[in-house]
């Protein structure tokens, strides 16, 4: 048998080897997901604690997936964001803390009708329904597996009875106004890829990263279409790389949205374009 503090050290040992940044911090994540507790519990669980096979063989092959460079949200098949967990898998973007500040800013004023263009997970519309007990909204993606697990997020939250998710090449099927539109599109440049981290560039969709060229092909879209669905004085927010807020506030500008600003995420980077139809 191996006891817990064992099968610890051999597992950061793994991770260290196979080059993962924080395998100590890695390793605690999956230990508890292995042993079915929160991660804070780990430490009231006695080293010389023996792992039963079943967990022994669980964990061994959890590290094993990580030290591919595996996201720990795929191997675990969730994700925390906004105070909630989100299911994961390898056909939708991992939610990142960076996206809440889009929630935040999304929350701070009132709305009943949400538009999440790129839903993905599901995570920003879901968050923000889940936020809003009177609001309805629906979520656009182009991927019918990444709608799946929109769709699945949202009926294990219990929000399904308020959210509809139709598959469309940004706004091609989307008929209504919205007072609220909402995206985190693809926006890596091309040149840019190389250089993303190995759990993103070999584990994440492609399709949610980049739109290739310059990485900004998708905001020239939602500028140009959005506002037709937009409803007067709606809003509408977007998060962005952090090089490229002048350019899409001049888009939103070009096609006559108004009361333009950037919102910086927490590490002071600018992250969310906000603009309003007059």
Not at 262 to 272: A, H, K, N, S, Y
């Amino acid at each position: 048998m191996t006891t817990l503090l064992a099968a610890r050290r051999a597992a950061i040992a793994q991770l260290e080897a196979a080059g993962i940044d924080a395998p100590s911090q890695d390793v605690s994540a999956l230990l508890a997901y292995v042993l079915g507790v929160e991660r804070g519990a780990l430490a009231l669980i006695g080293p010389q604690t023996e792992l039963t096979r079943d967990q022994a063989i669980r964990l061994h092959q959890a590290i094993a997936k990580r030290a591919t460079h595996q996201p720990i949200s795929q191997i675990t098949g969730q994700r925390l964001f906004w105070g909630r967990s989100f299911t994961v898998t390898p056909d939708v973007l991992d939610p990142r803390p960076e996206t809440e500040t889009l929630i935040a800013a999304a929350l701070a004023q009132p709305f009943t009708r949400v538009l999440d263009l790129g839903t993905g997970t599901g995570c920003i519309l879901l968050s923000l329904l889940a936020d809003r007990a009177a609001a309805t909204g629906i979520g656009v993606d182009l991927s019918a597996a990444a709608l799946a697990v929109a769709q699945g997020n949202a009926d294990r939250l219990g929000l399904g009875a308020r959210t509809q998710f139709v598959q469309s090449d940004w706004c091609d099927q989307v008929q209504g106004q919205f007072d609220l539109i909402v995206s985190n599109p693809p926006y890596i440049a091309a040149d840019e890829m190389p250089g993303l981290a190995k759990d993103v560039r070999e584990w994440e969709p492609h399709l949610a990263l980049t739109p290739g060229g310059d990485g900004l092909v998708p905001y020239r879209i939602i500028a140009r279409q959005a506002p037709l669905h937009l409803a007067s004085g709606g809003r509408l927010l977007v998060e962005i790389g952090p090089t490229q807020a002048d350019a899409v506030s001049g888009y939103f500008a070009g096609q006559g949205l108004t009361g333009i600003t950037t919102l910086q995420d927490m590490d002071g980077r600018d992250r969310v374009v906000c603009a309003e139809k007059p």
